[in-house]
C-alpha cells in the first residue's frame, strides 16, 4: 500500500521557520512530481509548492521568498522549508505525489503560527 508520511509540523512563532519532510513508500518516488498543499480552517485546500520529477519548481504568491521545496530521490523524500512564517500560514499541510496515471495524499501535518 502505498504511504505518504508527512513530519515536521508544529507550533511556532511569527518569523519562526518550519521544515516539513514527506516519506513515500511503494511508489517509484523518481517518477512522480511532488507537491505541498494547505488547508486552512473554512478554506478550500490551495497549492503552496510543487516540485517536478525533474526538480523544477513553482511556488504560490503568497509564499514565495520565504518557502523552499526540495526532494531527495534516494530517500523517496520531499522537504518544504517554511522560513519567516506568518500567522496566514496557519494550517493542515498536505504532501502529494502526482503522476497522469495516478495521485495520492498525505493525511496532513498541522503547522500554527502564534505569539
Known amino acids: 500500500q502505498v504511504q505518504l508520511v508527512e513530519s515536521g509540523g508544529g507550533l511556532v512563532q511569527p518569523g519562526g521557520s518550519l521544515r516539513l519532510s514527506c516519506a513515500a513508500s511503494?511508489?517509484?518516488?523518481?517518477?512522480?512530481?511532488m507537491a505541498w498543499y494547505r488547508q486552512a480552517p473554512g478554506k478550500q485546500r490551495e497549492l503552496v509548492a510543487v516540485i517536478s520529477s525533474g526538480s523544477a519548481t513553482n511556488y504560490a504568491d503568497p509564499v514565495k521568498g520565504r518557502f523552499t521545496i526540495s526532494r531527495d530521490n534516494a530517500k523517496s523524500t520531499v522537504y518544504l522549508q517554511m522560513n519567516s512564517l506568518k500567522p496566514e500560514d496557519t494550517a493542515v499541510y498536505y504532501c502529494?505525489?502526482?503522476?497522469?496515471?495516478?495521485?495520492?495524499w498525505g493525511q496532513g501535518t498541522q503547522v500554527t503560527v502564534s505569539p
Open positions: 502529494n505525489a502526482n503522476a497522469p496515471w495516478r495521485a495520492y
Open positions: 511503494r511508489i517509484v518516488f523518481s517518477s512522480y512530481a
